[in-house]
Every structure is written in C-alpha cells, then in structure tokens.
C-alpha cells in the first residue's frame, strides 16, 4: 500500500488492525503482557519461532502501531519507538557501537546530544570530534579507522545550518560509516533523509510529531537488518526505553494532522521571518526559507519549506533578549518546540547554557539570539507580541 499513497493518505491509513469490535479510531492497548494459548504457544512466542506480541517492554500493538505509521511516512523499513528522542540517540549509538568506536558529530547539536556524546558515551570509551555542521571537507577530515558513526541534525537548533545529507552520505558510504540524522524539525512531510542516503533516522517524537505539547518520546528509523539485527531493537528489548502504550497512542494520532500542521508552520514561520528581518532593532534573522540564509540554495533543494523554527539576534545582548521574552503576554516562555502554541527561547542561557561559553561562541549562540518555534496562532497576534519588547 505505501508504495502509491501520499504522506497524508499514509498518515491516515498506515498502522490500522482493528481489533474484533471493528473500531474505526485505533484502539489503546494498556497490557503490560501478552496472554498464550498453550505452553507451546509461549515457548514458540519466545524462541522467535512464531511472531506476535509477549510483553510490552519490546513490542505492544499500539507501539507497533505508530512504529508503522511512521515508517510508512519516511519511506523506512523499519521503526523503533523509544521513550524519548534522547533515547532514540541513546539506543541507537549503544545499539550500533562498542568501546573504541569513533562519531563524527555536527558542532550544532540539540544540547542533550552533545551532553550524552561527551560527557556519557565517554566513559565507555567512545569519543566524538565535532565538526561543522556545513563544511563538507571537515567531515571528511575527521574520519579515523575507527569512525563507525555521522551524526547530524539538520536545520539545526537554534541557528537553522543546514548540513549536505547527499554529499555527507556519500563521504560516509565510502568510509563504510553509518550517517544518522536527526529530522526533528523537519519531519519527513519536510525532508526524507534515507531517500538522500543518510542510513538511520531519528525522532524526538515529543516534538511535530505529537505537535500538542503532551508527550514524550522517539523512534530510530532505516533498514531492517540495520535495526533489527544491528544491535538496536536488542538494546530496546533487553534494556527498557520502552515508548508507553499511552504515549504511542496520542503520537500516532498526532501523525494524522502532521502535514497539514507542518504546512501551516512554515507558512507562520517564513512571514515572522520577514517580518522580524524589517524589524530595526533585529540584527539577524535565521530561516532557510529567507534568501539571506547562508544556505539558502541547499535548503530549497533539501527541505520542501523552512519549518516553524525562526532564531534572531536582538541589538542589546542577553538584556534586550530577556525584555523581548518578559514583555510577552501570548507567547510561551518554554524550551519545547513543535507545539501547537508558539514558544520562545533564549538558548545562550537555557538550552545551551549547560556547554562551555567557548563552545557556545564557536557554535554562534549569541547572548542577543532569540529562537521562537512559531506555532499555529495568528501571525498578526504574533507579531504584536512580539513588538512589544523591541521597541
Ligand atoms: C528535543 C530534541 C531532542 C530530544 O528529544 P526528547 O524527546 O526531549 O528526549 C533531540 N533532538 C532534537 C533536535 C530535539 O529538538
């Protein structure tokens, strides 16, 4: 079915086993085990020999559920849900490396990620060389015998970079390297990372996906033998970053509005873009979409829309930043994105006040930047609250 359908046929119809009641919204199953008929039955259950559910810490229909849906929208094998995106990371790079293996990561990574790569993944021998996130060579650069992971976001948090998935897939391939991408905040109505050959996809399904602010969690999208014989889905299975039944359930509903959602971002997104770059006391605005983007072409031809996130740099550094966010009455104060409800940030001494300020400045995070995740209110009603405290 997924071959001919459009992502948001797909959204709909994806992931649907009725139950015998024949309902027509998906159902919830809240069981943490799995009942058999037989002594044999659990046995055969067990030894793998015969497919269906045991116990909820590894597979659960409603996760399964979401699983497929999601697969089913970034063109993937196979899904893996987890309980957050920090631990889609997690069970990714413990699922796929040993002590002794090498990442290559993007310098501009959601800051939990740098956290868990150098601070976490360190003390079990794994180390990590950051690079930047836009220049190609100093991937290539980077790679040692025993790199075995790319790792990358792209737009990035906060400053919306935009790293090559086709040219770094292809550095990758040749180095026999794994290239993950984090599509967080372009969701793949956006952007479909394993159609540009990036290998593993990853989800913080706590964002676009639920869309609403309500849940957390995550998945590790890309080839069946990659994920299922790789290492990841027995990390799941045996360690526990087990997605609820509850919050696959809210995700899974979720997907069925995403592109219509996401749709209706962008738009938001690109006219406060322009509208803050025609601001006097703006001094940058960072969108893909705005042809002052450093990398505007890439993006046009990478992403099909810019996404929700708009980062600018207020006159006035981290004083004139902070009376931007106290001045406003309708935007929320809050380090989530994704929401339906626009959010706003001040990265330099929240999201990325836990790195160094040598990192900080080296990645570009201002104390004048501000990043707001436009969500679906009025623009104008926006606009109006944000004018407030730059004037
Ligand atoms: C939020 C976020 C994560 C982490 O996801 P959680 O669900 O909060 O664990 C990872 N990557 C990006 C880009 C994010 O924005």
């Known amino acids: 079915m997924s071959d001919h359908l459009q992502p948001e046929t797909l959204a709909l119809h994806t992931g649907v086993h009725r139950s015998q009641f024949n309902e027509h919204s998906e159902a919830m199953y809240l069981t943490s085990s799995f009942v058999f008929e037989s002594a044999a039955q659990a046995a055969a259950r067990f030894s793998g020999?015969?497919?269906?559910?045991?116990?909820?810490?590894?597979?659960?229909?409603?996760?399964?559920?979401?699983?497929?849906?999601?697969?089913?929208?970034?063109?993937?094998?196979?899904?893996?849900?987890?309980?957050?995106?920090?631990?889609?990371?997690?069970?990714?790079?413990?699922?796929?490396?040993?002590?002794?293996?090498?990442?290559?990561?993007?310098?501009?990574l959601f800051g939990a990620t740098v956290n868990l790569f150098n601070n976490i993944l360190k003390r079990f021998n794994i180390d990590t060389t950051f690079v930047s996130a836009t220049d190609?060579?100093?991937?290539?650069?980077?790679?040692?015998?025993?790199?075995?992971?790319?790792?990358?976001?792209?737009?990035?948090?906060?400053?919306?970079?935009?790293?090559?998935?086709?040219?770094?897939?292809?550095?990758?391939?040749?180095?026999?390297?794994?290239?993950?991408?984090?599509?967080?905040?372009?969701?793949?109505?956006?952007?479909?990372?394993?159609?540009?050959?990036?290998?593993?996809?990853?989800?913080?399904?706590t964002?676009?996906?639920?869309?609403?602010?309500?849940?957390?969690?995550?998945?590790?999208?890309?080839?069946?033998?990659?994920?299922?014989?790789?290492?990841?889905?027995?990390?799941?299975?045996?360690?526990?970053?087990?997605?609820?039944?509850?919050?696959?359930?809210?995700?899974?509903?979720?997907?069925?509005?995403?592109?219509?959602?996401?749709?209706?971002?962008?738009?938001?997104?690109?006219?406060?873009?322009?509208?803050?770059?025609?601001?006097?006391n703006v001094t940058r605005v960072f969108y893909p979409s705005l042809a002052s983007h450093p990398q505007h072409a890439l993006a046009q031809c990478q992403q099909k829309s810019?996404?929700?996130?708009?980062?600018?740099?207020?006159?006035?550094?981290?004083?004139?930043?902070?009376?931007?966010?106290?001045?406003t009455r309708l935007i929320s104060i809050t380090a989530n994105l994704g929401d339906a409800k626009s959010t706003l940030t001040h990265p330099a001494t929240t999201t990325h006040a836990r790195i160094s300020q040598e990192a900080r400045d080296a990645a570009g995070i201002t104390d004048g930047l501000l990043r707001i995740a436009v969500g679906l209110e009025a623009v104008q009603d926006l606009q109006a609250d944000l004018h407030r405290g730059l004037t």
């Open 49 to 108: 020999n015969e497919p269906g559910n045991i116990y909820s810490r590894f597979t659960n229909p409603t996760v399964t559920a979401f699983e497929e849906r999601l697969a089913a929208l970034e063109g993937a094998e196979a899904c893996i849900a987890t309980s957050s995106g920090m631990s889609a990371i997690l069970a990714c790079t413990m699922g796929l490396l040993s002590a002794g293996d090498h990442i290559v990561a993007s310098r501009s």
């Open 306 to 327: 810019g996404g929700g996130i708009v980062t600018f740099e207020v006159k006035g550094g981290k004083e004139a930043a902070w009376r931007v966010i106290d001045s």
């Open 207 to 280: 964002k676009y996906l639920d869309g609403q602010g309500r849940v957390l969690g995550g998945a590790v999208l890309g080839k069946r033998e990659l994920l299922m014989d790789g290492g990841i889905y027995g990390f799941l299975r045996t360690a526990g970053p087990t997605l609820s039944a509850f919050n696959a359930w809210v995700i899974l509903k979720g997907l069925e509005t995403l592109k219509l959602r996401i749709e209706a971002h962008s738009s938001n997104a690109l006219q406060m873009a322009q509208w803050l770059e025609a601001q006097p």
């Open 136 to 205: 190609v060579q100093s991937w290539q650069a980077a790679i040692q015998p025993n790199t075995k992971l790319f790792f990358l976001e792209t737009p990035s948090n906060p400053l919306t970079e935009i790293s090559d998935i086709t040219e770094l897939s292809k550095i990758a391939k040749k180095a026999g390297i794994w290239l993950a991408v984090d599509n967080c905040f372009c969701t793949p109505i956006l952007q479909k990372p394993l159609e540009l050959g990036a290998d593993i996809v990853i989800h913080s399904a």
